[in-house]
Each structure stands twice: as C-alpha cells, then as structure tokens.
C-alpha cells in the first residue's frame, strides 16, 4: 500500500489574499464589501456589482463575510443589513445562491462563518443549500 505523504492542511484563500484576487478586489470594493487593507466591511450593492461583465457576486459577497466574521465584526442578529446595502441586493444574492446548484459546495471558511452565525452544519454544505439563511425580515 502507498503511503501518503504527510502534508501542513491548508485554508481556503479568499480572494483578496492572493495577487490576482486583489486585483479584483479593489474593482469590487467599490460596490461595499470586505476592504482588506482597511479591514472594514460596508453593505454590499449587489444589484449594481451584478451589472460588471464577469463579475464575481457569489465568490465577493462570501469571501466578505467570511472576512468579516473572522475579523469579529458581524452581529448575528444584524448580518444581513451589514452584509448588504438593500433587500433588493439580498434576493439578488439568494438568486445567485439557487443558481449555483448542488454541485458547488461551500470552501472551508465560508462554513466556518456561516456556523458562526448560527447557520446549522446540516444546511451549510453547498451554496444553494444556504440560501434559506440569508432571507430578509419584511
């Protein structure tokens, strides 16, 4: 039998942690969301990124959460106003959650903030799975 080697686990990059993603990330920034030199989160206008030609709505708005919530300034009770600028951006995202499909599942850090949050482990396996959890009171 062949013996794996051992090997140091690795997390998840989120975007804005390698060279090209920040590349993206500054043309994104303006639309609110993670800003990682300043390590500030403002509500994201999705609506408005989703016009971008290639543009990187499902990957942006959770690597922003992920961010956020590994830096501890997300409010449970709140994340939803603080993750987007208007219910309008949120039913955008949740249509972006349900076109992903079950085939993508969430990378490592996107779970870890969403159980954060209070997301159960049980929902949070793809991204279409978890779009439940980003429903906006009325």
Same mark, same amino acid.
């Given at each position: 039998?062949?013996?794996?080697?051992?090997?140091?686990? /690795?997390?998840?990059?989120?975007?804005?942690?390698?060279?090209?993603? /920040?590349?993206?990330?500054?043309?994104?920034?303006? $639309?609110?969301? &993670?800003?990682?030199?300043? %390590?500030?989160?403002? @509500?994201? /206008?999705?609506?408005?990124?989703?016009?971008? @030609?290639?543009?990187?709505?499902? $990957? &942006?708005?959770?690597?922003?959460?992920?961010?956020?919530?590994?830096?501890?300034?997300?409010?449970?009770?709140?994340?939803?106003? /603080?993750? $987007?600028?208007? %219910?309008?951006?949120?039913?955008?995202?949740?249509?972006?959650?349900?076109?992903?499909?079950?085939? %993508? &599942?969430?990378?490592?850090?996107?779970?870890?903030?969403? %159980?954060?949050?209070?997301?159960?482990?049980?929902?949070?396996?793809?991204?279409?799975?978890?779009?439940?959890? $980003?429903?906006?009171?009325?």
């Amino acid at each position: 039998m062949a013996v794996v080697n051992a090997y140091l686990p /690795q997390p998840s990059q989120l975007m804005f942690e390698t060279e090209e993603g /920040q590349k993206v990330a500054a043309a994104c920034v303006e $639309f609110g969301g &993670w800003h990682h030199r300043e %390590k500030t989160l403002t @509500p994201i /206008q999705l609506s408005a990124l989703l016009t971008m @030609p290639g543009n990187p709505g499902l $990957f &942006w708005t959770m690597d922003s959460l992920a961010a956020a919530a590994e830096a501890g300034m997300l409010d449970g009770d709140r994340y939803i106003a /603080q993750l $987007f600028a208007s %219910k309008e951006d949120v039913r955008a995202f949740r249509l972006i959650l349900r076109d992903a499909g079950a085939d %993508k &599942w969430l990378n490592d850090r996107h779970f870890t903030a969403l %159980k954060k949050l209070g997301c159960a482990e049980l929902d949070a396996v793809t991204y279409a799975s978890i779009t439940s959890f $980003f429903d906006p009171a009325e």
